[in-house]
């Protein structure tokens, strides 16, 4: 899996920023027609993936009981990654749920509902002597690309030997287990899963958040009836248990944002 938290590029925030404006269907208009069209990339197990040819996991499974509830189908879409924001500005879809970390940066061109997941970043080794991010220093770090973590790492351990881009996790899991890197820095629910699917060697994963994120769905700006209805419902979901159900099924713990 990749780190939930993708990074959010300069060139990602220029395609934003000079995306063609067009009207975002309004809550009422998506009440009325009682069909939503929601976006996500169908490739980020367990968030959102395909067992198959079904289109499933956490945030698919969330968001078909959210617009359940509120008398709504969803009519899904699955995208690139890198166009899903694009696209809900260009008004091609009415809503996005595709593990997106809330940042300054995309706040200034999309409208955020409330995170239905809080993370966070964890380094992960089978060495001995390393405990902490301090321990860091002259070692070699393997991180996935197009993730938060490359950024993370290089500016906060300044003394760290290098840090090895791979083009998903499971490939900077593997460069530990064989030797190639002393450690890997990813997200915690990534890392938990990953280790359970492939219990090779004795890596472990330390408790130490080194930082937290927000995620969230997107809706486009100015849409703020559609993410109030949405919000209500999420706190609805927490209240009654249903969220609890769900994270355990596919996180394996609760991850909301108490």
């Known amino acids: 899996m990749r780190f939930v938290a993708r990074l959010f590029t300069l ?3 220029t ?4 995306a063609p404006a067009a009207f975002a269907r309004s809550f009422e208009q998506i009440e009325k027609d009682k069909t939503i069209t929601v976006a996500t990339e169908g ?11 079904k289109l499933t996991g956490f945030e698919v499974e ?4 959210i617009f359940r509830r509120l008398g709504i189908h969803v009519d899904w879409k699955v995208i690139n990654f890198e166009t899903l924001l694009t696209g809900l500005q260009q008004g091609r879809w009415d809503f ?15 409208l955020f509902a409330s995170p239905h997941y809080c993370t966070g970043s964890v380094i992960i080794t ?3 002597a390393i405990h902490g991010v301090a321990d860091l220093k002259d070692k070699t770090v393997a991180v996935a690309t197009g993730t938060t973590s490359y950024d993370w790492v290089k500016a906060n351990v300044p003394q760290v030997k290098d840090v090895k881009n791979f083009p998903q996790d499971p490939d900077a899991r593997a460069a530990v287990q064989t030797g190639r890197a002393d450690a890997w820095v990813t997200d915690r629910i990534t890392a938990t899963a990953s280790l359970k699917t492939n219990s090779q060697g004795d890596l472990k994963i330390l408790p130490a958040l080194l930082y937290r994120e927000r995620v969230a769905a997107v809706a486009a ?6 993410v109030d209805q949405w919000n209500k419902t999420l706190s609805a ?14 996180l394996g713990a609760d991850y909301a944002c108490h």
């Open 11 to 13: 060139f990602s925030l």
């Open 15 to 18: 395609l934003l920023l000079n």
């Open 43 to 53: 490739q980020f197990a367990p968030f959102n993936f395909f067992q198959g040819s």
């Open 62 to 65: 969330l968001a078909d009981e």
């Open 96 to 110: 996005v749920i595709a593990s997106h970390a809330i940042t300054p940066e995309r706040e200034k061109v999309v």
């Open 126 to 128: 089978s060495d001995p």
């Open 221 to 226: 700006k100015g849409n703020e009836p559609l």
């Open 237 to 250: 979901l927490v209240a009654d248990g249903t969220y609890d159900k769900l994270s355990r099924k596919w």
